[in-house]
């Protein structure tokens, strides 16, 4: 293979090539400005066959313009989709780093399981761009209605400081619609479709909640959900597995099992209805649980399993500055870069044609009446005037010069109208040709002690959970920010922000005043939940900590008897609630069941049960249920049997089918049709 050399692109430098894939090649490159201004960028270059594609292109395009508004530290930013001679570029935010899917290559090669704590975080942090994504409006408030479509490990982008970003929002769709080079594109990712997708119905932002679902079950468990020896097989299991919390019995945690559940619900009724509701079950059990978590542990871990890979990098980064030198002073020709959508420094998404904007101005064509090459018309400030004039002034002598004494009359209409177009002219220079002063934005960073407090500004939620750094916040508006915490009393504060210097707040959140239940049961030793939580204590016991004047739903669970669950609210910090219940023993019963022939597979109430005639199913709670017998090439049985006190048993004959035998015809050989004969007179 031909080693890379770094070349000129457009008005950027590739330096390295980082990767190749189905549909484009990544590169590593520069940028230069004025004053010897460098910055690092991604280089994503459209490969030919994808860029011949008309329709790709086009909706490439469409996308892009999406794409570049998206402004989120859990989304990797794009700066413009352009065109070099006859390849198309995204450039976009650089990350020194690697993708999840390279992480959990590395981790197989180590014979290491991702920890748990770092899974949620980096889930939580996708969950949190997904949101910002999903939830993005136009500037008239309308939902822009953004849908990833293809969130797997491959465009997860994990930074060797621990940062999580989302890449390729808007290529997917684009991606999706192409007519060549599906197969090539789609390879490797089927895995992470939802059933609705792999279903080709409609999508929206929850077909991202249950990719993301995905890929927390492979980062728990090391292994995909979805597998298959074709993509066929793939596709077909994704729309027909029903998932529920048994399916992930392999997960040691009930409270995640539960998120799973809801992440990767068939139904879309049934899913998160966005992923902020996510996010926030995932961060609230990562600080309830690992009390001690902070971001940098995802940065160390990094560096510790990429440790020769970053030393390599340093070892290159000298070797690599005498070229560095060289690129300070080089000198790019960008004639032949076209830039299609282009994001501006102050946020702002501007469209070309041909290296031109495509749209006329108002004032220009309501003073000359045609269209106007804005770069000749503002190349020079001092021609604004004089163009302006010369549309003007022929115009009115033609109209003044026959009669000499209206001439001489309104001859003070003429530093009226002076002044007048030169008022105009320096408006269009202000808007025009003077850059747009950059809107200031502010940081906020917060922190609380203790951390994983929810953030929320103007009574909205962020997504942020403490501790934070929240970008891009208006300077000169007054903001309301609220912490919550479970168990801790609500911190509010109100805030102005004066310039775009980080400002920081590091409150301790109070304890909120706690009272208790007192839960008896008989029989006793029974399982205590408090909330939907596992408290981890058996009847009778003393369940302290609980926030008063709020209502508590109380659950106790015992072996063989029915649970009981019941809501209590508590109004005094000295007294406990008490919460006595006599728990209803559940009677059961054991069912034999034989068929002639044998060997027929046993359902009861329609589920398999996994055993066969002969067989006795035991520990069936005493009640009515519905046996089916089922044997190949036999009619299946189905009848009621009621359980109780005394034992059952059922004996059924199966009937063969019967089956219907055609005896073929022989086609009858067509008669000639007969010829009238003409009648003899």
Known sequence: MEEFQP??????YLIEKLATGGMAEIYKAKTFGVDGFEKLLAIKRILPHCS???????????????????????IVQVYDLGKVRDDYFI?????????????????????????????????????????YAHSKKDPDGKPLNIVHRDISPQNILLSFEGEVKIVDFGIAKAAMNMSNTMAGILKGKISYMSPEQALGKPIDRKTDI??????LYELLTGKKLFTGETQFEVLKKIRSTRL?????????????????????????????????????????????????????????????????????????????????????????????????VHRESTGEIREYISGKQSTQTFFDSFIKGKETDLHKMTSDPTRVNQN?????????????????????????????????????AYLVYKQIIEPPLPQITGTLQLNSTPPGAQIFINEGDTGFITPATIPNLPVGKKLTITLKKEKRKTWVRAVTLSDSDPLSFNPTLEPVPLGAIRVVTTPAKAKIYVDGKDTGKVSPALIDDLPISETHTVKVELEKHKPVEEKITIFSIDEPRKFEVKLEEILYGALEIKSNPSNASIFINNKPTGKKTPATVSELEYGRYTISLSKADYNTVTRSVEINKESSSINERLNKKKVAVTTPTTPSTPTKPTVPTTPTT
């Open 244 to 340: 529920s919390e048994d399916s992930f019995s392999a997960i040691p945690s009930e409270a995640i099992r539960k998120i799973l559940a809801k992440a990767l619900a068939y139904s879309t009724k049934e899913r998160y209805d966005n992923a902020g509701d996510f996010q926030i079950d995932l961060t609230r059990y990562l600080y309830t649980t690992y009390a001690d978590f902070t971001p940098r542990k995802l940065s160390k871990e990094m560096r510790q399993i990429f440790a020769d890979e970053i030393k390599q990098k340093k070892v290159t980064e000298k070797e690599a500055l005498p070229l560095d030198a060289q690129t300070r002073s080089i000198l790019i020709d960008s004639s032949q870069q076209e830039n299609i």
């Open 52 to 74: 011949a594609d008309k329709e790709f292109i086009n909706m490439l395009i469409d996308e892009a313009k999406l794409s570049v508004l998206l402004s989120h530290t859990n």
């Open 91 to 131: 450039s976009m935010e650089y990350i020194e780093g690697c993708n999840l899917r390279e992480l959990l290559s590395r981790l197989k090669d180590l014979n290491k399981q991702m920890d748990e704590q770092l899974v949620l975080y980096i889930i939580s942090e996708i969950c949190k761009g997904l949101d």
């Open 210 to 215: 249950f990719s993301t679902g995905l890929i």
């Open 7 to 12: 070349k000129a692109f457009g008005k950027h």
């Open 388 to 424: 302006l004039m010369e549309s003007i002034e022929p115009s009115f002598r033609a109209n003044t010069a026959p009669v000499k004494r209206k001439k001489n009359r309104f001859v003070f209409i003429y530093p009226i109208v002076s002044l007048f177009v030169i008022g105009l």
